[in-house]
């Protein structure tokens, strides 16, 4: 069974740090990119951040670049996203999705491209 779990949330000042992390099974993982997204209440769910399968090509949401770095394990199926200089607007719950190619299309920030879902983790910053 596809299974993805996202782990790493809570709550933070402005400035602060955190990184999330998203474990998947063999089979969600392996040959796929992964992309994390976010969802603020109200708000469209968007997308934040997207790896390829090989970790070497990555592409982010104009927003957080510069702040937010996404990686990835492949021997552990974990999926990471440091992120530093957190702002109040990045405030949202975060998730964690494969793709269904294995590398960040065009449409890399639409939730079409993408097969698997976890339940998200939350993430809080104060100002």
């Known amino acids: 069974q596809v299974q993805v779990v996202e782990s790493g949330g809570g709550l933070v000042q402005s400035g602060g740090s955190l990184r999330l992390f998203c474990t998947a099974s063999?089979?969600?993982?392996?040959?796929?990119?992964m992309g994390w997204f976010r969802q603020a209440p109200g708000k469209e769910r968007e997308g934040v951040s997207c790896i390829n399968w090989g970790g070497a090509l990555t592409t982010y949401k104009d927003s957080v670049k510069g702040r937010f770095t996404i990686s990835r394990d492949n021997a552990k199926n974990t999926l990471y996203l440091q992120m530093n200089i957190l702002k109040p607007e990045d405030t949202a719950m975060y998730y964690c999705?494969?793709?269904?190619?294995?590398?960040?299309?065009?449409?890399?920030?639409?939730?079409?491209?993408?097969?698997?879902w976890g339940q998200g983790t939350q993430v809080t910053v104060s100002s």
């Open positions: 063999e089979l969600t993982f392996n040959g796929h990119a």
């Open positions: 999705a494969a793709a269904m190619a294995s590398y960040c299309s065009g449409s890399w920030s639409s939730m079409e491209g993408y097969i698997s």
